[in-house]
């Protein structure tokens, strides 16, 4: 099935630092990624989609520059959290969606593990 | 856009009993909808799945059922045991268009008693 690898499982980052987080789809090619914040006892919240090989669209409210998202490669998709402040502690996941021709659940959107990030 | 609410926010049954949660969505685009299980700490996993041109789909204890006209689908867990207390969401999606974007409902918290 359908694996998405996401790295690292959690981070400790000083107050100005940028923190990158690795999104990775092992067994399938994903051109569409997407990226979602996640508060305490709260709901996953879209921060932005992400193709292959174009800049990724953002939702309302969400600063690009502040989260940067690559997605060079069929596999792989990157969000870096730049000059990161305490407000953006959170849990980060990603998404990667299978596309037919693959043997995967047509359209099928698999989840990462998440990302725990705390700014100190 | 679309729009996906999950009720209830919490839920607590006895071993062996059912539970039921209802999610209602706005976009007659939709026709992708999904449930996914969240364990502490963990990335949503993926449960069950329906498309609109099902009605009911079951898979052992777990059972989704969606009624576009209504726009509304449920997720029906049978004979429940510990390990299926989680955080459970609903989602809708257009398979295309739309940018493909999966909406969540807001959660609910299923708790199993022994």
């Known amino acids: 099935g359908a694996v998405v690898s996401q790295h690292p499982s959690w981070v400790i980052c000083k107050s100005g630092t940028s923190v990158k987080i690795e999104c990775r789809s092992l067994?399938?090619?994903?051109?569409?990624m997407f990226w979602y914040r996640q508060f305490p006892k709260q709901s996953l919240m879209l921060m932005a989609t992400?193709?292959?090989?174009?800049?990724?669209?953002?939702e309302q409210g969400v600063e690009k520059d502040k989260f940067l998202i690559n997605h060079a490669s069929l596999t792989l998709s990157t969000l870096t959290v730049t000059s990161a402040h305490p407000e953006d502690s959170s849990f980060y996941i990603c998404s990667a969606r299978s596309t037919p021709g693959q043997g995967l659940p047509i359209y099928g959107y698999t989840f990462g593990s998440g990302t725990r990030l705390t700014v100190v | 856009g679309e729009n996906v609410e999950q009720h209830p926010s919490t839920l607590s049954v006895q071993e062996g009993d059912s539970a039921v949660i209802k999610c209602t969505y706005s976009?007659?685009?939709?026709?992708?909808f999904p449930w996914y299980k969240q364990e502490l700490g963990k990335g949503p996993q993926l449960i069950i799945d329906?498309?609109?041109?099902?009605g009911e789909k079951k898979d052992q204890r777990i059972a989704v059922t969606l009624n576009k006209t209504a726009k509304h689908f449920s997720l029906h867990i049978t004979e429940t045991q510990p390990e299926d207390s989680a955080v459970y969401f609903c989602?809708?999606?257009?398979?295309?268009?739309?940018?493909?974007?999966?909406?969540f409902g807001t959660g609910t918290q299923l708790k199993v008693e022994l």
């Open positions: 992400s193709n292959e090989g174009s800049k990724a669209t953002y």
């Open positions: 989602a809708a999606s257009p398979m295309t268009g739309g940018g493909n974007k999966l909406t």
């Open positions: 329906i498309r609109s041109n099902v």
């Open positions: 976009d007659s685009a939709s026709n992708y």
């Open positions: 067994d399938f090619q994903a051109t569409t």
